[in-house]
């Protein structure tokens, strides 16, 4: 089978099946094979390993990644690409093809049945418009994961390796680094694809901690806690947790648990790194068990 990651292939299949791409899919198809190559290489894929790729497209990362691993179990919810993959993988018994919506599938129950519930490896190039529920949902699922190296949006990406006091830094920074440790693999400029997005793209890995990198009692309410504290930026940390509508801490007991972390009262919550929400968590979980419904 032709290559599809040059651009002349992935025309020719497209104009032979008479394909029309559906942008609420978020369908732009990678045509850079160096690109290509370079996100297979920071997956580190070896044929020990069970690929769970979202959404393939026409096949042309899949085509790599049944070269690379062990088995590939690819999730594409556009039913006109289903007889497209079947023509564009038919060189490879290695790969399962699922018409399936991936917020819908259990994955958990799929790493199961292809990989006896030994740790996966994703890799995707995302459709943007649901890049944080599947990138949060694999992580809050307790699916077995090694890494997860997909191309989203580059501010995304940004934003997910950002670090406390930077403008980029903000409640997902916060929740990809709780989990994984991030890496920026490459940029990737909107001509690597067909039709041209019109943002910038990032290939980004997430490499799943093995050990939490902080130690929290009560993991809701931190989230709750970076949640309120980013929902108004410009907010003292003090005034954000009190104005929040998630949480019921009086402003006593905020401002308590701020100074018993060694914090200026009036420091903002963009400034406080990942165990100091922990331990403000910490703090203010002890206090009272005076949380709404979170
Ligand atoms: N992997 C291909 C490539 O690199 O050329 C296609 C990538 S394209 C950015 C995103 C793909 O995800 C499209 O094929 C689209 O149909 C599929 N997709 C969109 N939403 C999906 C969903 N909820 N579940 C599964 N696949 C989805």
Do not use: W
């Not at 994984?180 to 901690?209: D, K, Q």
């Not at 009086?250 to 009262?265: D, F, R, T």
């Not at 009036?266 to 403000?280: D, N, S």
């Amino acid at each position: 089978m032709a290559n599809l990651g040059i651009a002349k292939n992935t025309i020719e299949i497209i104009q032979k099946y008479g394909f029309a791409f559906q942008k609420r899919f978020g369908q732009n198809f990678l045509v850079d094979t160096h690109v290509l190559e370079r996100i297979i290489r920071a997956a580190g894929l070896t044929k020990e390993d069970m690929v769970l790729e979202i959404g393939p497209g026409i096949g042309t990362m899949t085509q790599y990644l049944a070269e690379n691993a062990g088995r590939v179990v690819a999730v594409e919810i556009d039913s006109n690409l289903i007889p497209i993959l079947k023509e564009t993988l038919q060189a490879y018994d290695n790969v399962t093809v699922l018409n399936e919506d991936i917020l819908k599938v259990d994955i958990r129950a799929l790493a199961e049945e292809y990989n006896g519930g030994r740790p996966i490896k994703v890799v995707a190039n995302l459709p943007y418009y649901i890049t944080t529920p599947i990138i949060m949902g694999l992580f809050e699922s307790q699916v077995p994961i090694d890494n997860i190296t997909v191309m989203v949006q580059k501010e995304v990406a940004e934003r997910m390796q950002a670090g406390p006091g930077t403008k980029d830094y903000g409640a997902l920074s916060l929740a990809v680094q709780y989990y994984a440790e991030p890496y920026i693999v490459a940029n990737v400029p909107p001509n690597c694809f067909i039709p041209r997005p019109g943002v910038g793209s990032a290939v980004i890995r997430l490499t799943r901690h093995q050990e939490m990198p902080v130690k929290v009692k009560d993991e809701k309410l931190m989230f709750s806690l970076i949640r309120a504290s980013f929902n108004q930026r410009r907010k003292t940390l003090q005034n954000g947790l009190s104005n929040s509508a998630e949480l019921s801490f009086s402003k006593e007991e905020i401002s308590a648990a701020i100074q018993a972390l060694g914090l200026s009262p009036t420091v903002r919550g963009e400034a406080l790194t990942l165990e100091q929400f922990a331990g403000l968590a910490d703090a203010l979980g002890e206090k009272t068990d005076g949380t709404q419904e979170r």
